[in-house]
């Protein structure tokens, strides 16, 4: 059975910080997502991963995927109150649903 | 990106009686669809993955005649909670791949039960 391990959960930073949320997972996948959640709201599509090595960026977050470790990470650079948010990461199964991680709850203080 | 649509976005019903919960996808054609349900403060829990005109297929725990699930089109998906109690509150979230974008998923914006 596929599980899908997120750390931290909870994740309080100042302002100008930069941190790294780790997402392992426990079986073989060639998808790897990470979404933004807000209080009340979806999710939002932040990156699509898809082959090992993956690297993307936007804005002060990026994402990466080592498929041999089983492990992505998204990092966030310079952190600014508007990325307070939970983040998921997920990861695709054979049947072309997902995995959730149980989300870090990112707070950013001024 | 492909838009999914959801609606209500939220629901206030009393024990009892049931709910239909609809997910469009607006640009595109989805023959798979999958529910979600998501408690405060939770991360996501699959239900069922929803095939355009067959069965879902539900996960394990997740009552079948509770959850009605029906994907009558390429575009529209529902989801009927019969009989609601009250620890059926939650939000209820669809989502679709866009068959023409490999590997994503499109999420709707989600429906709040509450269940009196």
């Known amino acids: 059975e596929l599980k899908v391990e997120q750390n931290p959960l909870f994740l309080s930073m100042q302002e100008g910080k930069n941190y790294t949320i780790y997402c392992n997972y426990s079986t073989t996948s060639d998808r790897l997502y990470w979404y933004r959640q807000d209080p009340g709201k979806s999710l939002e599509s932040l990156f699509v991963?898809?082959?090992?090595?993956a690297v993307k960026q936007e804005g002060r977050l990026m994402a990466s995927l080592d498929t041999k470790a089983r492990l992505s990470t998204l990092h966030i650079t310079a952190a600014v109150h508007d990325l307070s948010a939970t983040y998921f990461c997920a990861v695709g199964r054979n049947n072309n649903d997902m995995r959730f991680g149980a989300g870090t709850r990112l707070t950013v203080k001024p | 990106g492909a838009v999914v649509s959801q609606h209500p976005s939220r629901v206030i019903c009393k024990s009892g009686t049931s709910v239909k919960i609809e997910c469009r996808s607006l640009d595109f054609q989805a023959t798979t669809m999958f529910w979600y349900r998501q408690f405060p403060k939770k991360s996501l829990m699959l239900m069922a993955t929803s095939n355009e005109g067959s069965k879902a297929t539900y996960e394990q725990g997740v009552e079948k005649d509770k959850f009605l699930i029906n994907h009558a089109s390429l575009t529209l998906s529902t989801l009927t909670v019969t009989s609601a109690h009250p620890e059926d509150s939650s939000f209820y979230i669809c989502s679709a791949r866009d068959l023409q974008i490999t590997g994503e998923l499109f999420f709707g914006e989600g429906s709040r039960l509450t269940v009196l």
């Open positions: 991963l898809l082959s090992n090595g």
